[in-house]
């Protein structure tokens, strides 16, 4: 059963496409024009122009261990991370925090805490799921290293890239 | 000794200069910066930058890093292509058919540098006429020379021996074919206007009577040029549009369509191969572009500036010598060559590609009849104004 296309009727200038060749000419010109001159922006040239001083709060970059102001390590080897992470980046061994420690009250640390930053997806789904506000996602985004070995971060770098945070929910005060 | 006294030593000189000249120092440097400024240029037309960055890769003989003394604005790229293109491995496909297989290659690239030897670049230099072949039948040279190129292709997608690269080939064979009729039709009446097939001689009578698409550039134009101006135009529009389809360009890219089509004729070929098609491809354009400017645009003429031989021009321009006049006309016909190429690359990056059924449409049922009226219609005002 034949059917037929009902197509637009063309007038006279659109049959013979050369006008509308010569206006598309223009408007590429004009893109031309505004990028020489420079009145275009939308260009960063990497390696000379970074926006590491303004970026948006939200930016998922590098996840990273935090430690709060009395000196504790605030991952308590839950391993919640570990199993909602994607990609299964991160190893955890827990162990038992000793008896004569001053935090013996949380009972329980990591003995081996191990990002892959080449599986790592920077998804944050880490942070979002930590209950007691240890795994934080910082605005470093261009990890490399040479080796694979290199890009296996451990517990000792993880602390190192992620310092001392204040302000965090204390849920072990003695006290209570 | 007699039989050594009578071979032309000088002309067998000046002509191997002017063929190195114009092969390795002219058009193969110019080939690899018009795939650079194609890069350039359709980047800026698309809000972005192209590559601007590139060194000089001495990195490959073992320095640490690659040079770039002070910023090159990425000139270097085309050296850095070249180097991948050498180094690249070469694979040859088991199934294909061998003897085609390495032929099709040199047959794209070999039509298009045949041909600039017929093309006047510059008036004279110390004497010497500055066109590698100035034969009297340039403008039928160019056309069939130029008609050799197709059997690249076809090659090229028969040998490949594979579905894409043969559906390219097929489209491409017909669509040159098809376009190399109103090509030839349309630059009839430049002919019967310049009344030479000579390529010289039709940039000499340009000098003389003005550019034939601009004859206010030359000489006073009387009403005669004025009129014959109309044929020009739609032979200069019919002639640009079949040498677009002639170098397989966008808008008439189906040949190597990227999107539909793998890579096209050239899918199955890697590295020294695909680089012979690739600059094959601009190759033809630039002498493509050359032509058009020789036919259309008066060649090395500009007005005011001397020929080679300290003809013409401006009176008090006499007292520079002739030679250097020479060399500008060189430099006047490389910077149209230059302008038309932009305008290929401008004209890529600006128009969809035609769909075959309006591809063939186009050749055979609007160009060819466009450019056969065209020549009747020139005829005649030539035929009645005299």
Same mark, same amino acid.
Request: aromatic letters at 14%.
């Given at each position: 059963m034949a059917y037929v296309v009902p197509r637009p009727n063309l007038t006279w200038k659109e049959k013979i496409y050369l006008p509308s060749i010569v206006a598309g000419l223009f408007i590429t010109i004009k893109h031309l024009k505004q990028m020489l001159s420079g009145?275009?922006?939308?260009v960063m040239q990497y390696p000379e122009e970074k926006w590491d001083s303004h970026m948006p709060d939200h930016y998922r970059g590098a996840p990273t261990l935090v430690k709060d102001e009395h000196g504790r390590e605030r991952c308590v080897a839950c391993q919640l991370c570990e199993f909602i992470c994607p990609p299964r980046a991160i190893t955890i061994k827990p162990e038992e925090i000793p008896a004569e420690s001053k935090f013996a009250k949380v009972e329980k640390r990591p003995k081996e805490f191990e990002i892959d930053m080449i599986r790592c997806i920077y998804c944050g789904l880490c942070e979002e799921v930590c209950p007691e506000q240890a795994i934080f996602l910082r605005k470093d985004y261009a990890i490399t290293g040479t080796t694979r070995a290199e890009m296996k971060h451990d517990k000792a770098k993880l602390y190192e890239l992620g310092g001392v945070m204040d302000g965090l929910v204390n849920k072990w005060n003695p006290k209570k | 000794m007699d039989f050594i006294s009578s071979i032309p030593w000088e002309l067998i000189a000046w002509s191997l200069a002017k063929t190195i000249f114009l092969i390795f120092i002219v058009v193969l440097p110019m080939v690899s910066y018009t795939v650079y400024a194609e890069r350039r240029v359709s980047a800026l037309i698309q809000d972005r930058l192209g590559p601007n960055r590139t060194g000089m890769p001495i990195s490959l003989l073992g320095a640490k890093k690659d040079w770039q003394p002070f910023s090159l604005g990425g000139l270097g790229q085309p050296i850095a292509d070249a180097v991948k293109f050498l180094l690249k491995e070469d694979f040859v496909p088991a199934?294909?058919?061998?003897i085609y297989f390495w032929m099709a290659p040199c047959l794209a690239m070999m039509p298009a540098l045949i041909t600039l030897a017929a093309i006047p670049f510059g008036s004279e230099f110390f004497g010497n006429k500055m066109v590698v072949a100035d034969i009297n039948v340039g403008l039928l040279f160019m056309f069939a020379i130029s008609s050799i190129g197709v059997f690249g292709i076809v090659l090229a997608g028969w040998s490949s021996n594979s579905k894409y690269p043969f559906l390219g080939s097929i489209r491409s064979t017909s669509q040159m074919i098809s376009y190399e009729l109103s090509m030839g039709l349309s630059a009839v009446p430049v002919l019967l206007i310049c009344g030479s097939t000579s390529l010289g001689h039709i940039v000499d009578y340009q000098g003389q009577h003005g550019w034939l698409l601009a004859p206010f550039m030359g000489a006073m134009p009387g009403a005669r040029e004025i009129l014959l101006w109309i044929p020009v135009l739609i032979a200069f529009i019919t002639f640009s549009i079949s040498m677009f389809a002639e170098t397989n360009?966008? !808008?008439?890219d189906l040949p190597e369509s990227e999107q539909e089509l793998v890579a096209g004729y050239h899918t199955e070929y890697s590295s020294m191969k695909f680089a012979l098609f690739f600059l094959g491809e601009y190759t033809a354009m630039i002498a493509g572009s050359a032509l058009v400017v020789v036919l259309f645009?008066?060649?090395?003429h500009l007005p005011g500036v001397p020929d080679g031989a300290g003809h013409?021009?401006?009176?008090?321009?006499?007292?520079? !010598?002739?030679w250097i006049w020479g060399l500008v006309n060189i430099g006047v016909f490389l910077a149209k060559v230059v302008v038309l190429l932009f305008i290929f690359i401008w004209v890529r990056w600006t128009l969809p590609r035609f769909r075959y059924d309006q591809l063939m449409k186009l050749g055979w049922l609007y160009l060819f009849e466009i450019a056969l009226v065209n020549i009747f219609l020139t005829a005649g005002i030539l035929a009645f104004t005299k």
């Open positions: 009145q275009t922006k939308v | 199934h294909v058919n061998t360009r966008l !808008p008439f645009f008066g060649g090395w013409g021009g401006l009176a008090f321009l006499h007292i520079i !010598p002739a």
